[in-house]
C-alpha cells in the first residue's frame, strides 16, 4: 500500500460533520434550559452555586473529572507524549497519590462548615478578610487564564480541521457556556459534564482503535516508539533545570495535586454532595479515574508517532500543522478520512472538554466573587436578587475570560505546560494558605497575608520570565517521525526534521527550503535530544527561568508556608489555644496515614494539646446541636455516625 502524502491529503468536514457537531452542542444547552425550568420555584443562591447539596456522588466525581481534562488534555496530553515522550503518564500518578491522601484533610475540614467559596474557610480560621480577599483574588486569576486557555484549546483544533478562523470560534465557545451555564445552575454544569464525559470517551478509544489497527497492533506501536527513544520514563536527573525527569513529574504533580484539591472548583463539587461520605467517595473516584483517563490520552499522542512514522510524513516537519496542539484534530483527519460525521464527532467531543471545564470555572469563579467580594459589600439581598445578579457575574466572567484567551496565545509550547505554569504560580500560594491555616496553628494572618503575597508575585514572576525571556532556550522536542514519503512540495525533509517548538508559524516561514540549514537539535544514542549551544544564554537574575516549570507549585507553596512562619515569628505567633479546633487538622492522623497508630499517636502528643477554655465549653454546649442538625440534613440515618466522628475529631484538632 502507497502511503505517500500528497498536496491532496488536506481533508474537509462535510454537512454530516456539522449536523454532529451542532447537536452536540444543542444537548448542551437543552441541559442548562431544562434545569433552569426544573429549579424555577428553588430560585436561591445555594441552589444555584452548589446544586442544593443534594448530589450523589457519581456524578460529581464525573463532573470535576471532565473540568480538570478538558480540551487541554485530549490535545495537550497526546501532543506531548509525541514530542517530548511517554514518560508524562507520570505526572497524573502523583496527582492521584495527592488527591487520596489529601481527602483525609479537606473534606473533614470544609465539609461540615457548608461553605459555598473554599475561601471563607480562611477568614474563619485567620479572623481576617484581607486573607480571605487575598486568597480569592489568587482564585479568580487562576481560573480565568485557566478558562482562557480552555477557550483557546478547541479553537486551535477548528481552525486546523476547518480552517475557521481562531477567534470567532472562541466567542462562540464562550457564548454557549455563559448561556447554559448562566440559566441552569451548577446542577446544569454537572450533568453537561456528564452526557459531554460520554462524547469525549468515545472519541479517545475510536481514535485510540482506529490509529493502532493502521499502524499494525499494540506491538508494533510500543516497538516504534521504544525504538525511537519515546517511552523515556527512567531519566533519574535530579537536576532542577531539566524540563521532565522522574523526579520533577512525580515531585511536581504531587504539589500540584494538592493545589487541585484545594481549588474552589473541587470544593464546590464536594459541597454539593449530599454527604461527608458522598464527598470522600467522589474524590477517591475521581483520582484514579483521572489518572487512567490522562495515560490512555497520552497513548493516543505515542499512537499517533507510530502511525506517522508508519506513513513517512511527520505533519509539523511537513508543515502541514503549524502547531503541536494540532496534532490530534489533524490525525483525526488522517485516519477518519472516509467514515462520515467522525471529524464532527471529534469536534463534538474536543468542545464537549472545553464547554465542560468552562462552564465548571464560570460556576465557580462566581461563587468566589459574590460569596468573597460582593455579597460582603451589599449586605443582605433576596434570594431571587443574589440569583440574578450572579447570573449576570457569569456573564461578565465569560466575556473576560474570552478576552484572557488572547494573551493565551502569545505564549508558546504545549497547552499543558501553559496549563500547569498558570495554575501552579496562582494556586500555589492559595494551597500553601490552606495548609497555614489547618496545620499551624501558630500562624497568624499578617504571617498568610504576607506569605501568600510573596510566593503568588515569584511564581507569576518566573513563570512568565520562563514564557517571555529571550535568552531562555526553548524546550527541544524529541527526533520527528520520517518524513521521506511526504509530497516533495511540502517540506525539504534535511531542512525540518529537527524543530525547536515554540512559536512554529515563525519558525517555519523563516525557513528556506532549498538551502541547507543547522539542526537546533542532536540526538543521542538512546534517541534522546539535546539542545544545540546557544549564543546566547541566561545571566544573573535569568537564571531563575530556567526552572522546570513543574517545580512552581513546590516553590510557591513553599515560599508561603516559610514566609508566613517566619512573618508570624516576628509579628507575635498566636498562644495555643488561640485558634478554634474546628479549622485545624491533625497532620498524623491525616497524612501519616501509613504509620502504625502508636508512631502516629505518640507524634499527636507532641504538639499543643491546650485548648482555650471558651473553644471548650462552646463545644461542649454546641455538639449536641450540630449533631442533631447534622441528623436532619441527612437523608440516610446511617450517614449520622460518621458525620458524628468527624465533628469529633475536629475538635480535638489542636493536636499536630
Partial sequence: MDHKITENSQNYMSIWDYVVFAISLAISLVIGVFYAFVNKWKNNAEEYLVGGRSMSFLPTAISLIVSFQSAITMLGVPAEAYFFGFQYVLFPVGQCLAALLFMNVVVPLLYPLRVTSAFEYLELRFKSKAVRLLGSAMGIVSNIFYMGIVIYAPAVALEAVTGYPLWNSTIVTSIAAVIYTSIGGLKAVIWTDVFQSLVMLAMMFAILIKGTLEVGGPKQVWSMAESAGRMNFWNFD??????????????????????????????????????????KRMLMFMAPAYMVAVIFFAYQGIVAFSYYQTKGCDPLASRQITNPNQLIPFIVKDIFSHVPAMPGLFLAALFSGSLSSLSSGLASGASMFWTDMLHPLLGDVSENKSTIIIKVIVIVYGCITCAASFFIAKIGGTLIQITISVLNSCSGPSSGLFMLGCFFPRCNSKGALAGGVVAFVVGIWISLGNSFSPNIPRPVRLQSASTDQCYSGLVNSSAMMYTAYGDYASILS????????????????????????????????????????????????????????????????????????????????????????SARRYISSIGPQFMLEKYRSDRDQNRAEKEETAFCAIEDPHEVQPFCEVQRSISDGCRV
Fill in 238 to 279: 535530579p537536576d532542577p533545570t531539566v524540563r521532565h525527569t522522574f523526579w520533577s513529574l512525580l515531585i511536581g504533580s504531587f504539589f500540584c495535586g494538592i493545589s487541585f484539591v484545594f481549588l474552589n472548583s473541587s470544593v464546590q463539587r464536594m459541597s454539593s454532595t449530599k454527604t461527608i461520605t458522598e464527598a
Fill in 510 to 597: 523563516d525557513v528556506n527550503l532549498t538551502a541547507p540549514t543547522t539542526p537546533v537539535v542532536l540526538t543521542t544514542d538512546n534517541g534522546m535530544a539535546t539542545s544545540a549551544p546557544e549564543e546566547k544564554g541566561p545571566s544573573g537574575i535569568e537564571h531563575l527561568y530556567l526552572l522546570s516549570y513543574l517545580y512552581l507549585s513546590v516553590v510557591s507553596m513553599s515560599l508561603t508556608i516559610t514566609v508566613g512562619l517566619i512573618v508570624s515569628l516576628i509579628t507575635g505567633m498566636n498562644k495555643p489555644g488561640d485558634v478554634d479546633p474546628r479549622y485545624l487538622v491533625s497532620a498524623s492522623e491525616t497524612l501519616l496515614v501509613f504509620l502504625p497508630v
